[in-house]
């Protein structure tokens, strides 16, 4: 069965930090692009970073740029979001992707497995 699973998500002070994992399991990922999106309440679901299968090229949204930061590990299978610094803006629940394309695009529908999310709260 193929899944991601997210973690790290949590409650933090605005201005804090978090790091957020996401790791597949079922098949291998290292030639996918991978990203996060996020939905806060009454939202739709937005785009918020993606990296290319090799981890050259990366893509963020307005609202995450310059303050959100993307990587991989194509050994560990995974891909991570540290963020940093948080503001109440940025709760949400935060859900890893794999898309079935190799570059970082911000495009949701390019995305095929998805994760059960990770809950982010951020306290003003």
């Known amino acids: 069965q193929v899944q991601l699973v997210e973690s790290g998500g949590g409650l933090v002070q605005a201005g804090g930090s978090l790091r957020l994992s996401c790791k597949g399991f079922?098949?291998?990922?290292?030639?996918?692009?991978m990203a996060w999106f996020r939905q806060a309440p009454g939202k739709d679901r937005e785009f918020v970073a993606a990296?290319?299968?090799?981890?050259?090229?990366?893509n963020y949204g307005d609202s995450v740029r310059g303050r959100f930061s993307i990587s991989r590990d194509n050994f560990e299978n995974a891909v991570y979001l540290q963020m940093s610094p948080l503001n109440a803006e940025d709760t949400a629940v935060y859900y890893c992707?794999?898309?079935?394309?190799?570059?970082?695009?911000?495009?949701?529908?390019?995305?095929?497995?998805w994760g059960q999310g990770t809950q982010v709260t951020v306290s003003s």
């Open positions: 992707a794999a898309s079935q394309f190799k570059g970082s695009t911000w495009r949701r529908e390019a995305y095929d497995y």
């Open positions: 079922g098949r291998t990922f290292s030639d996918s692009a």
């Open positions: 990296i290319s299968w090799n981890g050259r090229n990366t």
